[in-house]
């Protein structure tokens, strides 16, 4: 009997340990990983010099223990005193103030150009051109701008909303962890080129340490415009998710070669997609062009990315994606899991002919739809809470547990700044029919066979910014840097949960071209909000 105790107090232990090491990062990661991603790590795993360090992580999940420590959203002046750093931001300061933010995409164009003289060439010859004319000088519909999101950024945020082309300009370009010389400055109107890099990990890296915490990363300055009267706005129906409700029609899977169904006779008129409806009351706030004096309330200096998709059958989806230069993660016991340079979030409104019917909200790995009726909305426009850090996109303010029990990992959101993306945004029309299915997948670990290097004239911009550069939806690589190798001190991975991990790709990515409300098949489309629901359970 003595034996068989201590076998059973060192055998029991063990098996826990190997147990919790085999099952928990498959409970902590819902998505599905592959054959690359586990050769990947293979070689992850192998970048570390310590032996023991390589053991502890191949047979209990436990990685870089030794690189452990706190890791705060900001840093006091005191504590940021690394002088390369600081002559680094030096630098790109004085690059950053020679040329202006706030200049047109003409003049970006020009700047960027190798041949400035050609570049206006092009432009004449489609201001001459009918048709190119008629392509890209397409008003957004009115009912798309009437019916936008607002989002509220949590009130105690380090990492507000950033400019897509401000970000680029502190970035160079990494090939499967080693820098790129490039001849051409990288800006939109090129990024699309580096999809020559076929069969291997692109990514635009930071310049600067971002453990240093350097201003551009937090952008304070595109801080929302407070508004008037931030609480003006309609409760949503709260309940389980399950309450019972019948439909017309399928508008909320459908797509060009999936027409809606009828489930029931119609009482709506067929009007053609993109068509305006109706003003709307008075308590909708006033939209002001973009070139205009805008209306301070909600008005931030970062640009949203508006992309609109007709699906056929008077079916248009509205992407409204926000871009942040920093995704700070969350904390367990006092680590901090899951931050990555780089940051798109977005959520999607469902049209059919010109009546909102449906809205996605993007949360991590997935996210939830619900049906208009569902939300909270100020006036007719819905309202979106931006979780602290990680900018995950909910329903409601509060606590939102995830993946672990008794709330140990959470996004937290509040009714902090609210931000009207209507306002300032790049807007561009996309038509999914004229792309190789293949060339819009978000391939895993970023990787693709082979990069598209041409321009498919798919995505078109609006009227509103007719000389938008539109190339760069079409970089297939990460918006930051490569997950960094167990060998960085920075890193760390536990139970598989990395520390950092690597950037986002970009919008076109995002299934875009979508039949359902949510990118997978899989959604759920709730008619009421449920607060302790998820989107994966």
Request: net charge neutral.
């Amino acid at each position: 009997m003595y034996w068989l105790r201590r076998f059973t107090i060192v055998t029991v232990p063990l098996a826990l340990i190997i147990f919790v090491a085999t099952y928990l990062p498959v409970i902590l990661d819902p998505s599905n990983r592959g054959p690359e991603s586990r050769a990947r790590d293979r070689l992850w795993v192998s970048s570390s010099p310590y032996f023991w360090d390589r053991q502890a992580c191949r047979w209990i999940s436990l990685c870089g223990l030794h690189h452990l420590r706190r890791d705060p959203a900001a840093l006091s002046p005191i504590l940021d005193d690394d002088p390369e750093d600081e002559l680094l931001r030096v630098e790109l300061r004085k690059r950053t103030d020679s040329k202006r933010m706030d200049r047109t995409w003409e003049e970006d164009a020009e700047l960027n150009a190798p041949n400035p003289e050609l570049r206006k060439s092009k432009r004449s010859d489609m201001k001459r051109n009918p048709k190119e004319r008629r392509r890209i000088l397409r008003d957004v519909p009115q009912y798309v701008l009437d019916h936008a999101p607002l989002v509220h950024l949590y009130s105690g945020e380090q990492f507000w909303p950033s400019d897509i082309r401000e970000h680029i300009e502190h970035m160079t370009v990494t090939v499967d962890h080693k820098r790129v010389n490039l001849t051409e400055k990288v800006s939109l109107h090129n990024l699309q080129a580096l999809n020559r890099y076929d069969n291997q990990m692109v990514t635009l890296h930071s310049r600067e340490n971002v453990e240093s915490r350097p201003s551009w990363l937090h952008s304070h300055d595109n801080l929302p415009s407070p508004f008037d009267d931030p609480d003006a706005s309609t409760p949503p129906p709260v309940g389980n998710g399950r309450k019972p409700h019948s439909e017309p029609d399928t508008w909320f899977d459908v797509d060009k070669k999936h027409p809606v169904h009828r489930i029931s006779d119609p009482r709506n008129h067929n009007v053609p997609a993109y068509a305006p409806t109706p003003s709307p009351g008075k308590e909708q706030q006033k939209v002001i062009p973009r070139g205009h004096k805008p209306d301070p309330d909600g008005y931030s200096k970062a640009p949203a990315t508006l992309v609109l998709v007709d699906k056929g059958s008077g079916i248009v989806d509205a992407f409204w994606f926000f871009f942040y230069s920093y995704n700070l993660g969350q904390t367990v016991i006092g680590l901090r899991f899951g931050n990555h340079v780089g940051d798109w979030e977005h959520c999607m409104v469902r049209f059919q002919n010109g009546v909102p019917r449906g809205i996605f909200f993007s949360e991590h790995e997935g996210g939830q739809a619900y049906a208009w009726e569902a939300i909270e909305k100020r006036g007719i426009r819905p309202v979106i809470y931006s979780a602290v850090g990680s900018h995950a996109m909910y329903a409601l303010p509060g606590i939102h547990p995830y993946v672990l029990p008794f709330k140990m990992l959470k996004d937290v959101t509040d009714k902090g700044p609210l931000w009207d993306p209507a306002l300032n945004n790049y807007a561009y029309f996309y038509d999914y029919t004229l792309e190789n299915p293949k060339d819009t997948i978000e391939h895993e670990d970023g990787i693709a066979e082979q990069g598209l290097t041409h321009d498919t004239h798919s995505f078109t911009p609006a009227a509103s910014n007719p000389d938008a550069p539109v190339t760069w939806l079409h970089y297939q690589g990460r918006w930051g840097d490569e997950t960094y190798t167990l060998a960085d001190m920075r890193q760390w991975r536990l139970f598989g949960q990395y520390h950092y991990v690597t950037g986002p790709s970009g919008p076109k990515f995002k299934n875009l071209e979508r039949q359902t409300l949510c990118p997978a098949r899989n959604c759920r489309l709730l008619y009421e909000i449920d607060p302790k629901g998820t989107w994966y359970h």
